[in-house]
Each structure stands twice: as structure tokens, then as C-alpha cells.
């Protein structure tokens, strides 16, 4: 497939630009994107009117786009109010003259709807960012739902934000909300072939529920139901528009099977989120056309889902604490033998934590030597986050399949895509992370912002991954895909992307003795 994707990615964190990079060449297709400079860092914004001339200067099959890059200057820069909006606007409507030059160019597009807080660079931030959560919480309650006893709370509430933080929180959300309605326009106008409008951050309750109102209703005036998609995620989003085009270029529809590990928790509404789990993944698939099935035999790949924990656990918060899933978990890890032993490709989306992976299920899949037999893997950041990734991956595997194009180079790059995942995803967010914490905490600086690269910490990391990686890989055998062999070595380079523990890019490097 000689296909060019153009790819402006939400930032140039590796969930947003290497992934979607990694999966279009595991595909076999050419990707472009701006140069790194022009994508900004952390608290600097992108440069918005370099990226506007890049693609000007572009032509490709597929345009996949980041509004929140291509007006603000990326997803921290969206939380701001740098940028007005009638400048995003003039911007915008960039897209209706690159679309009338190049009228053959596909633009899939998407936009986030701002989350219910600010961006959390420092210690002070992380006040403001829990108190502007209560007040969207009680200003809905109070104004939509009509819970007037509630207003005293409000009132308070607003009185322990600075004035102009809230402020500027609500200029930045009343521009964003209106460039969304935009996007749908251009929907509208046949300039955006098809939108994502990503819920960042969010809860059952807050303003953003007021803009998916609006959003619905002009969604539904316009019937542009199977064009906008509205749910719950970010930075997956990237992802699933890449795997989306690849199923649409081939008029391809991968037929999933959905295995919660209990069947029951599938209305659960995850942490950050809005919405069941189960509607989230149904919303998730659909947006890539993909069909979901109710038989595994009828299906091309198989998700398979662990449910979050009650209580809830963030790992970003320490450890798994009040974990009670060793049964479910037995008995999916019992359903995942099955369907291998069937020659069923198998997806885990593990959505047991927030920000990180189950430990009972990777040393069950370990012991059960599964884990070099699943196809694909995510457990980072939030649900939409994880089940993104494990989506993306298993439908560009089931592309390469239904094609008969499996072989041992897209194997091994899709091999060392998964434990990638299970490097991030796992080994660094669920416990390598907390170690780091205390390790930038013990040299005085901030978690959120170190604001230089510091080389001690970036090693620590990347020691204690490679610990990790080794316990778990080194001399283990390999039947992944048309990958066999053994793993002879196996190695870490890591660093942390933007000078905080939030993330980490880490790339491994396999030695594998072919059988």
C-alpha cells in the first residue's frame, strides 16, 4: 500500500506522533508530518503558522488533522486563551481553500472538547485544577439540573479561584466549544470527511455536557450522525483515524468480539469519563468501521476487556490497593487460552486502573505464556486511552490479515510495538513511575515540571526498566504472529519526553534467535 498519509499530530508526545507513526509503517504506509520544532514542547505551543505553510506545501491520500495543533498550537495550548477566537477561526477555513486545491485529499479531523479543568504544570496548578473540577460539577448541578441547595456551595467555591484563572478557564472553553461548531460545518460543507470531537478529561457531570448537547443537536440537524463522532478520549484519537482510513481505503469492516472479564461491570462509568464502558467501546470501534459481533467464531479479532476495579484504583495515585479481581481475571485469562489455542488474534484493552496496567493479569498471562500471544495491548491514562490503542492495533492487524500480507518483518515490528505497550503501559505507569516520583520529589524539583531534561532521573527510569523488561522477556520464546524464535537480548532506551513523570517514550530493542 503506497498510500501518503499527512499527519498533524494533538502534540509531539510519543502516545500522539510515534504510535500513529509505528502503526501507519507496520501497515505499509508513507506518513508525513511537520518538522518536531514546529510541533512546540509541553508549555510552548506549536507554531501554528509554519504548520498552516507545511501543509500548503503538501499533497497526500489522506490529510489526518488535530485542529487543537493546527489553531492553538497543541492540547496544552488549547487550555489556554492565547489565541482568540476569531483568529482560530481565519485559521480554520485554511481547510476549505487546502480542500478546494486538492479536492481528491481525504481530511479526517479531529478536535477536542476542552476538559473539565486546566493544565497542571506545578504544585499551585494542581490546587486550581481540583477547585475548577468542583466548581464545573456544582455549576451544572446547580444551573441545569436545578439542584438550588447546591448554590451557597458554588458561590464558595468561586471565591477560592483567582479571578482571572477562572475566567480565562471559561473565555478558553467558549472558544474552543465555538470552533467545534465549526468543524461540524465544514462536515457539513463535504470540507472534513469525517470528525472525532474527543470528551478530554471529564465526569457525569460539568459544562461539557451543555456543549454535547448543542453538539448533538446540530449533529443531528445536519444528519451527519455516521460522519461526527463524540466521546470520551484525546490522545488515541490519532490512532483511531489512522486505522479508520486504512479500513476505508479497502472497504474493510474488522469483526470484533467484545470479552468483558465480567459481563456485569460493562455500565460502569470509568474514572475521567462520561459514559458506560461498554458505550464507549462500542463508539470506539464504530468510529473506525469496524462491526461488532456476538459470536467469537464470527469475529476477525477478539477484545478482550478487563473492567475497572471497585473501588476504583489510579495508579497514578500508588498502589493497587483494594484489588478483588483474581477471579474475573482467571477466568478471562481461561477464555484467552481458548481462543488462541483456536488461532483467534486477541486484543487486551486493560481498563482494571486508571494511569497503568493490572499486575494480576500480566503475571497470569506470563505464567499462562500469553503474553507474546495476544496481538495487542493498552492499559495507559484513561479507558478511551487504552482501548484506542488496543483498537488501532488489532484492526491493523486484522488489515494485514485479511490480506494475506502477515510475514516475519510486520510480525517483528508489530512485536515490538506490543511490548513497547507493555513497557509504557504497565512496566513504567504502574510502578516504575511512582519509584520516579520520589526520585524528582528527593531532588528538589516538581513532578509536573521539572523544566529541564535531568540526565539521573531519564537513567533511573530507563535502569529500572530494563530491570523490568528483562524479568519478564529475556529467553522467552516467541509465537507472535509469523514471528518464532527466542528472545536473545532485550533493551530500554527511555527518557522522559517532557520533563515530568506523566509519560515516557521508550523503545525496545529485540534480539531474536529465529527457529
Known amino acids: ?79 489556554t486563551d492565547k489565541r482568540s477566537a476569531d483568529n482560530a477561526m481565519k485559521i480554520i477555513n485554511n481547510l476549505r481553500e487546502y480542500k478546494k486545491n486538492n479536492s481528491k485529499v481525504k481530511i479526517y ?38 439542584e438550588t441547595e ?23 472553553r467558549e472558544r474552543n466549544h465555538k470552533i467545534n461548531m465549526e468543524a461540524i460545518n465544514l462536515v457539513k460543507d ?74 456485569n461491570l460493562g455500565d460502569i462509568i470509568p474514572k475521567f469519563e462520561d459514559r458506560s464502558l461498554n458505550v464507549n467501546i462500542i463508539e470506539h470501534l464504530k468510529s473506525t468501521n469496524a462491526i461488532i459481533v456476538d459470536n467469537f467464531n464470527k469475529s476477525d479479532y477478539i477484545l478482550a476487556v478487563t473492567t475497572p476495579n471497585i473501588p476504583y484504583i489510579d495508579m497514578a495515585e500508588g498502589k493497587a490497593e483494594n484489588y478483588n479481581k483474581n477471579d474475573t481475571i482467571d477466568e478471562l485469562i481461561e477464555r484467552i487460552k481458548r481462543y488462541v489455542k483456536l488461532g483467534k488474534n486477541v486484543g487486551i484493552a486493560d481498563l482494571s486502573f486508571a494511569n497503568g496496567g493490572d499486575g494480576y493479569l500480566i503475571t497470569r498471562l506470563k505464567e499462562e505464556d500469553l503474553l507474546l500471544k495476544v496481538v495487542a495491548y493498552g492499559a495507559w491514562n484513561t479507558a478511551g ?81 530494563i530491570k523490568i523488561i528483562n524479568d519478564y522477556f529475556y529467553r522467552s520464546e516467541v509465537n507472535y504472529l509469523e514471528a518464532r524464535g527466542f528472545i536473545e537480548g532485550i533493551n530500554v532506551n527511555a527518557i522522559l519526553p517532557w520533563n515530568r513523570t506523566f509519560e515516557v517514550k521508550c523503545e525496545v530493542n529485540i534480539d531474536l534467535k529465529e527457529r
Open 1 to 79: 500500500m503506497n498510500n501518503k498519509v499527512l499527519y498533524i499530530p494533538l502534540d509531539d508526545r510519543p502516545v500522539n506522533l510515534d504510535l500513529v507513526i509505528q502503526l501507519a509503517n507496520l501497515r505499509g504506509l508513507e506518513i508525513k508530518t511537520p518538522k518536531s520544532e514546529d510541533l512546540g514542547f509541553f508549555l510552548k505551543e506549536g507554531n501554528v503558522e509554519s504548520i498552516v505553510n507545511w501543509l500548503n506545501c503538501e499533497e497526500g491520500d489522506v490529510l489526518i488533522i488535530s485542529l487543537d495543533m493546527f489553531l492553538y498550537g497543541g492540547l496544552v495550548a488549547s487550555r
Open 109 to 146: 479531523a479531529f478536535s477536542n472538547i476542552m476538559r473539565l479543568s486546566i493544565s497542571v504544570s506545578s504544585d499551585e496548578s494542581q490546587v486550581w485544577w481540583d477547585k475548577i473540577n468542583k466548581y464545573n460539577e456544582l455549576r451544572y448541578k446547580v444551573e441545569s439540573l436545578n
Open 150 to 172: 447546591l448554590k451557597s456551595n458554588l458561590e464558595q467555591i468561586e471565591l477560592e479561584i483567582p479571578q482571572e484563572v477562572l475566567n480565562t478557564y471559561l473565555r478558553t
Open 190 to 263: 463535504k470540507i472534513i470527511d469525517f470528525l472525532i470531537l474527543s470528551q478530554e478529561d471529564c465526569s457525569k457531570y460539568g459544562l461539557h455536557l451543555i456543549e454535547h448537547e448543542k453538539i448533538h443537536e446540530k449533529v443531528n440537524n445536519y444528519n451527519l450522525k455516521d460522519k461526527v463522532y463524540v466521546y470520551p478520549g484525546a490522545d488515541e484519537i490519532g490512532q483511531i483515524l489512522l486505522s479508520r482510513y486504512v479500513n476505508d481505503i479497502e472497504n474493510y469492516n474488522p469483526k470484533v468480539y467484545i470479552d468483558f472479564d465480567d459481563k
Open 385 to 465: 486511552n487504552a482501548m484506542g490503542t488496543t483498537i488501532s492495533h488489532g484492526n491493523i492487524i486484522s488489515s494485514l490479515s485479511s490480506k494475506g500480507m502477515i510475514d516475519f518483518n510486520n510480525s517483528l515490528q508489530s512485536l515490538k510495538f506490543l511490548i513497547e505497550r507493555y513497557c509504557d503501559d504497565f512496566m513504567y505507569q504502574s510502578y516504575v513511575r511512582n519509584e520516579a516520583n520520589k526520585e524528582v520529589l528527593k531532588a528538589g524539583l516538581s513532578i509536573f515540571n521539572m523544566k529541564k531534561r535531568v540526565n539521573q532521573i531519564d537513567k533511573f527510569v530507563e535502569e529500572e526498566l
